[in-house]
């Protein structure tokens, strides 16, 4: 039996530079016993580590680039036994190129599992190091320390994160299987074995009041968080003393948020039905008027947005408005208020129409649909671009309104507001800042939404569209000014 002592400390090297000189001297899996060196290892356990002398007439051993990326990894697990596995697949590798890919092979299922945990630990440590702030080396730079207990020779594989994370502070982070040391130009590891330090910081604060202001009792679900932060890091993380109380009150906080759930908007189904228990024997509203017609759409299921929307957005305004604004879609904050134009796009409506010297009050504003379309994510509702069908469903609604206001001059607002009042399909850039001619001796004039500029990324084009925009208004102004 040919005894092989390594470090063991995750090199690839190391490992691969013995195994190649077993392989090459032909000393099957079987006859190596795979050591990982010790202080306790004597000079003759050392010497019988030294490589034989190859085999003339073997030739050498290749493998598929996925196994030296398999081994970098396992090499980096503390199992003695890694050692082991990974000359053995060397072997079996010359005869089943394919080996890795059996999913029921034994020493695949183990190797996998091996850098699974690799990877898991890695990845641990990127999310529970907490560094400690110990001095300043400038003016500009601070110095740090952290403490992590990994439980496999991740140092090295996992340093470059910090080193790209936090390349602005000198840092080092220490471990029971060694260290790793940024100091703003260098990143230098060390394998050596550390003790822990004793560290406190001023900022253990904020990450308590950080952890306790995210924590939500609702989603709580103890097996799938001590999962994902173990009870073996908590002694190292200044939140960990919190969690005991806040587990311990998570029932009657829950109880809290339904009971302030009641207060919310109804789902719209169960506002019909309140709406229907609570509606008069006889109606109560003159037939013909706004009001009557809002009350109608109120209970509108024309399309399938009603089924999702807190309620309908009808349009709100003088019965005589000269001017009507007709927008895409209620967003979110109209949804839950129930009237047009009162969420950012709103404000931001409010304040160009304000400088250009147009009262709102004076003002119909709607929208081409009535619901609001949207896509759950999480707790958010994003919006989502009304489809044709749904907006010729509401355009029954859109069609009563100009009926009823019949304004002089119509403010069609991006293209589905275009669209709802002409059918024209084209590029709305085509047509914008023109002033035209529709059917009744009314004036049709196009612009964008406001929504579409606080969607602009580039500040320079925002800039330029806001300009315009603000140039619509006032030529909008002018036309009014005209028109009475």
């Given at each position: 039996m040919r005894r092989v002592v390594l470090a063991g400390r995750g090199d690839l090297a190391e490992w691969r530079d013995a195994a190649r000189a077993l392989a090459a001297a032909g000393i099957l899996p079987e006859e190596i016993e795979w050591r990982e060196r010790s202080a306790e290892a004597d000079l003759s356990f050392q010497r019988d580590a030294m490589p034989p002398a190859p085999a003339a007439s073997r030739k050498p051993m290749t493998v598929p680039p996925v196994f030296i990326e398999l081994a970098e990894t396992v090499l980096c697990h503390s199992d003695p036994a890694r050692f082991s596995l990974l000359y053995r697949l060397l072997w079996r590798l010359q005869l089943d190129r394919q080996l890795l890919e059996v999913t029921s092979d034994q020493d695949v299922v183990r190797a996998r599992l091996m850098a699974k945990n690799v990877h898991r630990d890695a990845h641990k440590m990127t999310a529970?190091?907490?560094?400690?702030?110990?001095?300043?080396?400038?003016?500009?730079?601070?110095?740090?320390?952290?403490?992590?207990?990994?439980?496999?020779?991740?140092?090295?594989?996992?340093?470059?994160?910090?080193?790209?994370?936090?390349?602005?502070?000198?840092?080092?982070?220490?471990?029971?299987?060694?260290?790793a040391t940024w100091d703003g130009e260098r990143l230098t590891i060390s394998d050596e074995p550390c003790e822990k330090p004793n560290l406190t910081d001023v900022t253990d604060e904020l990450w308590r009041t950080y952890y306790a202001s995210i924590f939500n009792p609702a989603r709580l679900k103890l097996k799938a968080m001590q999962a994902e932060m173990p009870k073996k890091y908590w002694k190292n993380l200044p939140?960990?003393?919190?969690?005991?109380g806040l587990i311990a009150s998570a029932e009657s906080k829950v109880r809290e948020m339904a009971a302030r759930e009641a207060t919310q908007s109804l789902p719209f189904h169960d506002r019909l039905q309140q709406a229907a228990r609570n509606l008069p024997a006889e109606p109560e509203l003159p037939a013909g008027t706004l009001e009557a017609l809002r009350a109608e759409a109120a209970v509108c299921t024309r399309c399938p947005l009603h089924a999702n929307a807190t309620q309908t957005v009808f349009g709100e305004g003088p019965r005589d408005a000269a001017v009507m604004f007709v927008g895409e879609q209620p967003g979110d904050q109209e949804d839950i208020a129930g009237r047009p134009f009162v969420g950012?796009?709103?404000?931001?409506?409010?304040?160009?129409?304000?400088?250009?010297?147009?009262?709102?009050?004076t003002l119909y504003v709607t929208n081409a649909v009535k619901h609001f379309k949207y896509e759950p994510r999480g707790k958010r509702r994003i919006h989502q671009k009304p489809n044709m069908g749904e907006v010729q469903h509401c355009r029954?609604?859109?069609?009563?309104?100009?009926?009823?206001?019949?304004?002089?001059?119509?403010?069609?607002?991006?293209?589905?507001?275009?669209?709802?009042?002409?059918?024209?399909?084209?590029?709305?850039q085509d047509v914008r800042g023109k002033?035209?001619?529709?059917?009744?001796?009314?004036t049709l004039f196009v612009t964008v939404h406001p929504?579409?500029?606080?969607?602009?990324?580039?500040?320079?084009?925002?800039?330029?569209?806001?300009?315009?925009?603000r140039e619509d208004m006032k030529r909008i102004q002018g036309l009014m000014k005209a028109a009475a």
């Open positions: 529970f190091v907490r560094f400690k702030e110990v001095g300043a080396v400038s003016e500009e730079r601070r110095k740090f320390i952290a403490w992590f207990e990994p439980d496999h020779h991740i140092v090295r594989r996992t340093a470059p994160f910090f080193q790209r994370r936090f390349t602005d502070m000198d840092w080092l982070i220490v471990t029971p299987k060694g260290s939140e960990a003393d919190l969690i005991p950012p796009a709103g404000r931001l409506f409010d304040q160009v129409i304000a400088e250009a010297g147009i009262d709102r009050s029954w609604w859109l069609d009563l309104e100009l009926t009823l206001v019949n304004p002089k001059l119509i403010v069609a607002m991006g293209a589905t507001a275009l669209a709802a009042l002409t059918d024209v399909k084209g590029r709305l002033a035209m001619a529709t059917e009744g001796g009314r929504s579409y500029l606080l969607r602009i990324p580039d500040e320079r084009l925002k800039a330029e569209e806001m300009a315009r925009f």
